[in-house]
C-alpha cells in the first residue's frame, strides 16, 4: 500500500499521469476527499468497477465542472476586484467529479447549479425586516432585559438591533482578531467557510498572498482549519471556538517563510546541471527546491 497520493488519474480510460502514454494531457491532479461518505459519492459518480477509489487515489481536472476548480484568489482592495493566479489550483469544499469523457455520455451527470440568491425589493426588505422584529419581539418580551445571557443563546445584533443568529459551526470566525494590518478576510462563492490572508506587494505588480487560512465547516459541529504556505498544504486541525482560530492566525503569522536558494536574475538556468533543474523551481525570480514547504525553523533559512 502507498503512503502517498499516486500521480495518475484514477478515472476510467483517463491518461492524465501515464508518463509511457504518448500525448497524454498534462493536468493538474487533486486528491480525493478525507471524508469517507463524500469518497464514496466520488466513486459512484466516477463508474470505475474494477478498483476501489481509496485515500491514495487522484483523480484529475477534466473530470470536474470549471466551476468546481479554484485557480485564482480574489481579494478586494479599496473596492476593486484584484485576482492572483495560483501556483497550482485547488478544488471546491462541494466538488464531485462529473464528466466521464472516455465513457458513454448518458454516464455524465453535471449537478445542478445553486440558485441565485433573489434580489428583494425595497419593499420586499422591508417587509422582512418588520417580520424579523415582530418575531424578536414574541420571542424576547418574556425575559428581562439582561438576562439573554442566561438563555444560553450567544447572538449578534445588526445595525438596527435585530439579532442574527450564526448560521453554522463558524460563525465566530467571521469577527477573528488578525495578528497584524496585513492581514484580511474573503468570502468566495463556493466555500462553505471563510478564508484569512496576509498579502505582499512584490516588485514586478504583483500581490500575492503567501499564507493562508481556511476555516470551513466541514465537522460540525467543530469548525474545520486549512494553513497554507505558498500555496503547500502544511497543516490541518479541527477548530472549536473562537481563540483556537486567533491562535492558528497568530502562529501562521510567527511563521518563517523560506528565502529560496539562489536569486534566478543572478543565475540563469543554462548554468544549472540537468539534474540540478529537476530539482528546482522559480517562483518570483527566486530559485526553490522542489519538495519546499515554504516555512523554516529559524529566520533567513
Known sequence: MPNRRRNYCFAPGCRTGYSRVKDAPQASLFSVPRDEERRKEWERNLHRADKKLDEFSAVCELHFE??????????H??????????DKPMLSENAVPTILPNLPQYLTKKTPKPRAKRKMCEN??????????SAHETDCTEFPRGAVGDSGMDCDLTHDGVPVEPDHCLSFCYRLKTPSKYWSMHHHPDLNGVMYCSSTYLEEGVVTSEKVVLFLCDQPPDGYCKVYVRGRLIEERIIKCQEEAENVLEGVEATELCVG????KDYDTCFLTAGLQKQLKIKHATYFNINCSGKVTTKGG
Open 66 to 75: 470549471p466551476r468546481f476548480i479554484i485557480k485564482e484568489f480574489v481579494h
Open 261 to 264: 536558494a539562489l536569486n534566478a
Open 124 to 133: 420586499d426588505h422591508a417587509a422582512a425586516k418588520k417580520k424579523s422584529r
Open 77 to 86: 482592495i479599496d473596492g476593486k476586484e484584484v485576482r492572483i493566479p495560483r
